[in-house]
């Protein structure tokens, strides 16, 4: 009966001996595919996943001496995702790729290799090739519209044009939509004029209503927030601050309610949101953009930032 029992003992410890390694190995497998993700070599451009995913991208490498840096026998390369701009995308890559790195190394040199599925490489400078990319997604956007009409689409096409400038042409998109009452584009519109500082008690009339239909998205109550600021109602603008980050602490709604308090004085409460903002996200681009108003101090305008 003992000679059974030890048996039995000795198989079940094999057993969790066993189920313990192929966790070992699971993990294993899992810390392998982030070191390849990280280090580059499934950077496929002609991947249909990547090609055509809607979100701004690039690539950057790191080469030392004209020559690609190597790590681990890998070289160093970097993508970022979901940005409104290609150029942001282009800076954000160059600096996780930086991050990458970890220590200061004499003559290292990060470019961006490839936006989208267009790599730079005989393309022109990096100026032109983001122009290019830039037209080619806001085509792609209009294109995907037309076949769907996923109104989402519109909304995202017009804040692209916003960060690049193009403010008749986002607000052509968004007028008529918002008229009918459509709340994401009664919202896009808001913010758009809210940073123009132009048809404030129309955008606040439009936001109001977003809030009214949809309250516990903190979007609206984030655009609310910075069309009262515009509108000079300080107080009711922090509240809506208050708000938005209440129901969700998103880093842009953080950074919003940091340089509202900053301009009605609560400076010491100001830096705390924005530290709360950086926390809560590892948009690098972001990240950087913050911490300089952390070490120097809100210097440009609340939304133009």
């Known amino acids: 009966m003992v000679k059974r029992y030890n048996k039995l003992k000795i198989i079940q410890n094999s057993l969790q001996f066993n189920k313990l390694l192929f966790l070992f190995l699971i993990i294993f497998c899992v810390l392998a595919i982030r070191t390849e993700m990280i280090y580059g070599a499934v950077f496929d451009l002609s991947n249909p996943s990547y090609s055509k995913a809607r979100d701004f991208k690039a690539v950057a490498q790191a080469y030392q001496n004209d020559k690609p840096y190597l ?11 979901k940005y409104d701009t290609a150029r942001d995308a282009a800076k954000a890559s160059m600096a996780y790729c930086k ?120 979007s609206f109550h984030d655009t609310r927030a910075l069309v009262l600021f515009r509108l000079g109602r300080e107080k009711d603008a922090l509240n809506a601050s208050v708000r938005s980050v209440s129901l969700k602490p998103h880093h842009i709604a953080l950074d919003h309610y940091g340089d509202i308090l900053w301009e009605t004085g609560n400076r010491a409460q100001a830096v705390k949101q924005w530290e709360n ?22 210097t440009q305008d609340i939304i133009f930032e």
Do not use: C
């Open 71 to 81: 790590k681990n026998g890998e070289p160093v390369f970097s993508y970022a995702v």
């Open 99 to 218: 991050r990458l790195i970890h220590k200061n190394l004499k003559n290292i040199k990060i470019e961006v290799i490839a936006l989208g599925n267009i790599p730079v490489k005989n393309q022109g400078t990096l100026d032109q090739l983001i122009k290019k990319y830039q037209e080619y997604v806001e085509k792609f956007l209009k294109t995907e519209f037309t076949k769907t009409g996923e109104r989402d689409l519109v909304t995202r096409l017009s804040t692209t044009l916003q960060k690049t400038g193009e403010y008749k042409k986002s607000e052509d998109l968004l007028i008529d939509l918002a008229m009918e009452g459509e709340i994401l584009a009664q919202n896009a519109l808001a913010y758009h004029w809210a940073e123009l500082g132009k048809n404030l008690p129309m955008a606040l009339s439009f936001v109001n209503n977003a809030v009214k239909n949809d309250p516990d998205f903190f």
């Open 277 to 298: 903002a950086i926390a809560n996200t590892k948009d690098i681009v972001f990240i950087y953009r913050v911490a300089l108003k952390i070490k120097n101090g809100k």
